[in-house]
């Protein structure tokens, strides 16, 4: 007997095994559903969360996103500077029993990359990259410049059968958003089908019986159900009419902790919340002297004035009493584990009176007076936070007001509401998880010099700029190698926060997921809610 | 009668244009979806197609007149979030709504009278005074607060019913259906309760009033006098005199429990239209607002309109000619 047909054979046992024995479905009740079945119609958690169930990616993420997992690609390197080779796993079958080959990866990619339609595209992961096939099992991505990211890249694009056949037309290789959502075009090769989705109520996946690659099928049958009202999602549970839940409030954490019908799991997410200052313009709009008058001069632009603030801010309170012990603070833009971190930088101590200090030496011992803008619904206690924040400020000496507001006005607002399309406010509350699963994203957004020819600095509100980060980074994010590349932006974060306090790191989000009895969730950092992480303990 | 149908609907008409305007700039003031949905990862570039994609890079007057000029020819815009027509994702989610609103009043209706005709025929009795306070509560009490409770004490400490979502369905005549299977009925029951409560308050409360008052007419005293019996002087003549008031409101309320099922609906993750109006506000889908408030008050007119035609055939003193719309 070859190596290979022994492989084969215990797969087939071990499958024959875990049918008999789990011969079961699991009821999910999640808080957000995604917007559509079509793998490239939006770049949106909730989609991809779902989607990689049921579609294959070449890489993917492991629960807690310390290394990738092979999924379509067993291997893969890169073999010069420009040139990233992934070998295919051989054998894969899609659901419609079609075989998997590099034709199949290519044309996902070609769909995902000139995808018309949708407003959060993943052209992100695709632009700039061209693919070359070398055998059915061997492809090539180019770029013009030494691209590291590359892996991480692909746990992003999935992989969709190519004879499939949709509903025509030109665009998207006539495949459209419809044709994913009744079903007909939603075959990929991941360890659970499509069975029937019914829009705001719920989506219902099958395990694949031919599935090959290294993801667990823990159940027969999955159900989705979206329960968007928290207290309903808890009820649902205690009922016994879902089996998990995912984004338990921290305030039932407690309750719920002592309650025999429920079991916690929960996990550091890749989510830090952040306070980003203006650090831009000479007079800030929102910041004033201590009675509210504006002021000519903004403090802001002063590092010794926001490293003054950090220091106001107890964190280990804001954890224990806005967070009730759920989340842990933070020094950097990733928790410990992550790739790309300082281990130099340690979250700042409450310090009052080095506070003062740097802040009569910076020529404002006085204080002055900031308003502070966060979401209200958007972050875990988002609007708490920034009422604490505030209340932190206030006691040593500078009078901050507190204004919260919906996502859906405040992004738009603190992105580009002021004059010129520049952020409208001086001092915001804001989260960022790093999809990348390292450093080099955060740092690139939030901290960069904004540059939109660049492509730098999209999300950098506060428009910190150091020409020296920028150097730093840029060097980083053009180095294949990992442990060089890990150094650079260590490096490239000890500017842009210990030094230059770009940003204000608060903590990183730990996300809870409630079970029955008897059941665990592999908390996930990336904060998807995949069922397959649902296993029995 | 025509004239009058004719001269409503163009009523309408003028109050969807208005309608329209006023939503389209409010959402419009407020901002696009692409904010909130693109990914943080994407970088200016990609936030300004995904911004051009949607045509959102005009000037408002430019938008607005798009939007008219497809409207008039009966298409309301492809949703941002979804994109798929508005009006189809509207009527697709629509017979939950339906289903929901039909089965509270429902509720309303046959609780209602007759709770509110004993309260209104022993005004003094222990039962009426409950009946009564009752009814205080059930339009006194915050419907998501009472989902909430209900859900607790139904669901989570009694289990009796399901806490959430919408059983089992089949198809009759094209829609979906659940009150066709005992799954889909004890999914229905708690939603539809909780929903109906405070309709119900209002039609017992009507009916009591309604009562106290017919019930001191000549014509009651009349049939009394003459020996007819008791039954049928309730059955008959005082429930079809209180009839025209509980008709004008309850289908004045339908219009609104149609319209206003959101809390419910997103209290008990039910699938309606109400649920896709909340997320739709939530994410900013503006073609999904306007096509939801437009068909809303074509809805609103419409049962206006039947309103008035029942009510002309109920008391014979109302001529439609006579109404000035």
Known sequence: ?537 | MTVFIIRRLMQAAVVVFFMSFLVFSGVFVIGDPVDILISDEADEEDRERAIAALGLDKPFHIQYLRFLGKALQGDLGESFIFEEPALLLILERMPATMELALFALLLAVVLGIPLGMWAGLKPDSVAAKSIMTGSILGFSLPTFWVGIMMMMLFAVMLGWLPSTGRGETSEIFGLEVSFTSWDGIRHLLMPAINLSLFKLALVIRLSRAGTKEVIHQDYIKFARAKGVSRNRIILVHVLKNIMIPVVTVIGLEFGGLVAFSIVTETVFAWPGMGKLLIDSIGLLDRPVIVAYLTIIVFLFVIINLVVDILYSILDPRVRLQEMKA
């Open chain 1, 1 to 537: 007997m070859s190596k290979f047909t022994r492989i084969g054979l215990a797969a087939v046992a071990a499958t024959m095994v875990s049918g008999a024995a789990m011969a079961d479905s699991a009821k999910l009740g999640i808080r957000s559903e995604p917007s559509s079945m079509d793998p490239y119609f939006h770049n949106l958690g909730p989609n991809n969360a779902m989607l990689g169930q049921i579609f294959g990616r070449l890489v993917d993420w492991g629960p807690k996103m310390d290394g990738l997992i092979p999924r379509l690609a067993t291997s893969w390197k890169a073999i010069n500077d420009t040139t990233w080779e992934f070998k295919l796993r051989k054998g894969v079958k899609f659901h419609d029993g079609s075989d998997f080959t590099a034709d199949d990866f290519i044309f996902s990619f070609k769909r995902a990359d000139g995808y018309t339609g949708g407003n959060s595209s993943f052209r992100t992961y695709t632009k700039g990259k061209s693919v070359k096939k070398i055998d059915d099992f061997t492809v090539h991505i180019v770029t013009e410049k030494p691209y590291p990211l590359m892996p991480n890249d692909m746990t992003s694009i999935m992989v969709i059968s190519s004879d499939v056949k949709g509903s025509g037309g030109s665009a998207n290789m006539g495949l459209k958003a419809k044709d994913f959502n009744n079903g007909t075009a939603t075959i990929g090769t991941g360890p659970y089908k499509f069975v029937k989705w019914r829009k705001g109520d719920s989506l219902v996946l099958e395990k694949y019986d031919g599935y090959k690659g290294p993801l667990a099928q823990p159940w027969d049958k999955m159900t989705f159900k979206f329960i968007k009202s928290e207290p309903a999602r808890t009820a649902a549970l205690l009922a016994g009419d879902v089996d998990m839940i995912d984004n338990v409030p921290t305030s039932d954490i407690g309750a719920l902790s002592k309650d025999k019908r429920v079991s916690l799991s929960s996990g550091v997410s890749n989510r830090v919340i952040y306070l980003h200052m203006d650090q831009f313009r000479d007079k800030s709009p929102f910041v004033t002297d201590k009675s509210g008058n504006p002021l000519d001069k903004n403090p802001l632009k002063d590092a010794r004035v926001r490293k003054a603030i950090s220091m106001m801010i107890n964190r280990d309170e804001i954890v224990d009493k806005v967070m009730e012990g759920v989340a842990i603070k933070a020094g950097q833009l990733l928790p410990e584990g992550f790739f790309g971190r300082s281990e130099k930088m340690r979250p700042q101590e409450y310090d009052p009176s080095g506070a003062k200090k740097l802040l009569a030496a910076a020529g404002w011992g006085d204080g002055f007076g900031l308003t502070i803008h966060g979401p209200n619904d958007r972050y875990i206690n988002d609007a708490r936070i920034c009422e604490a924040v505030a209340q932190m400020l206030t006691r040593n000496g500078i009078p901050t007001k507190v204004v919260t507001m919906p996502k859906n006005v405040y992004f738009k607002r603190a992105s580009k509401g002021g004059p010129n399309k520049s952020p409208e406010f001086s001092f915001v509350l804001v989260g960022w998880g790093s999809g990348t699963g390292e450093s080099s994203s955060p740092l690139k957004s939030l901290l960069a010099t904004h540059d939109k020819s660049k492509g730098m600095g999209a999300s950098n509100r506060g428009r910190h700029a150091n020409p020296m980060m920028d150097e730093v980074l840029l060097k980083a994010l053009a180095t294949v190698d990992d442990k060089e590349r890990g150094t650079l932006l260590a490096k490239a974060t000890e500017i842009g926060i210990g030094e230059d306090q770009g940003i204000i790191p608060l903590h990183y989000q730990v996300n809870t997921w409630a079970t029955r009895p008897g059941l665990k969730y592999n908390a996930r950092a990336d904060e998807r809610t995949v069922g397959l992480d649902l296993v029995k303990e």
